[in-house]
Nanobody, 115 residues
Framework: QVQLVESGGGLVQAGGSLRLACAAS????????MGWYRQAPGKQRELVAT???????TYADSVKGRFTISRDNTKNTVYLQMNSLKPEDTAVYYC?????????WGQGTQVTVSS
């Protein structure tokens, strides 16, 4: 049974910070690449950042320099540190493998950035 549980979202003013966490259970965390995705109202889900088990990372251009993805393989947890948040970062944030596992999506965590 694969389960992904995201947490850490909330309401923050523009320029603020949030740290998201994703706890993974089952065999999913053994997969090499984990990613954070987001979906804003009326938009398609997009990949924000990825990280390999070894710690190599990639970022979407829209978050590069502001977001940092990390993972703790001993805790089966992946994190997303979000700094200098902008209203356009408002979305529901999800973690999953990359490429994503279609049956593994969790409930996500809402991030709302006010201007």
């Amino acid at each position: 049974q694969v389960q992904l549980v995201e947490s850490g979202g909330g309401l923050v003013q523009a320029g603020g910070s949030l740290r998201l966490a994703c706890a993974a259970s089952g065999s999913i965390f053994s997969i090499n690449v984990m990613g954070w995705y987001r979906q804003a109202p009326g938009k398609q889900r997009e990949l924000v950042a990825t990280i390999t088990r070894a710690g190599s990372t990639t970022y979407a251009d829209s978050v590069k320099g502001r977001f940092t993805i990390s993972r703790d393989n001993t805790k089966n947890t992946v994190y997303l540190q979000m700094n200098s948040l902008k209203p356009e970062d408002t979305a529901v944030y999800y973690c999953n493998t990359s490429p994503f596992c279609s049956w593994c999506w969790g409930q996500g965590t809402q991030v709302t950035v006010s201007s």
